[in-house]
């Protein structure tokens, strides 16, 4: 990996802490944060610091071994997207088809 290039999100679990690491070390200020894990409901959590944030709503996370690894999600395509609307509830005005045009072939 290049210097000042960005790295995936890894949160590493070990006796209940997290840590987050996002961009390389070198040349940073703060490239690494201690944060809390805590239980929302029955599922365990962490707040992501907003230098750590992601872009849109959606993330991947896989395991490799103790690391947990968040990734943002790509953007879903065009179809998907129309594939989740919704069918529109409105009466639109009638179209008649106008008469065609005579070709001579």
Do not use: C
Request: glycine share 6%; aromatic share 6%; hydrophobic share 40%.
């Amino acid at each position: 990996m290049g210097a000042g290039r960005a790295r995936k999100t890894a949160v590493d679990i070990r006796s209940g802490v997290a840590y987050a690491w996002h961009m390389p070390r070198r040349g940073l200020k703060s490239p690494e944060r201690r944060v809390k894990v805590f239980k929302n409901g029955r599922n365990q959590a962490v707040r992501i610091p907003r230098e750590f944030a992601f872009p849109g709503e959606d993330a991947i996370m896989r395991k490799e071994g103790n690391r947990l690894i968040l990734e943002p999600a790509p953007p879903k395509s065009l179809l998907a997207v129309l594939a989740a609307l919704r069918p529109i509830k409105e009466d639109f005005p009638r179209i008649h088809d106008l008469p065609l045009d005579p070709v001579d072939l």
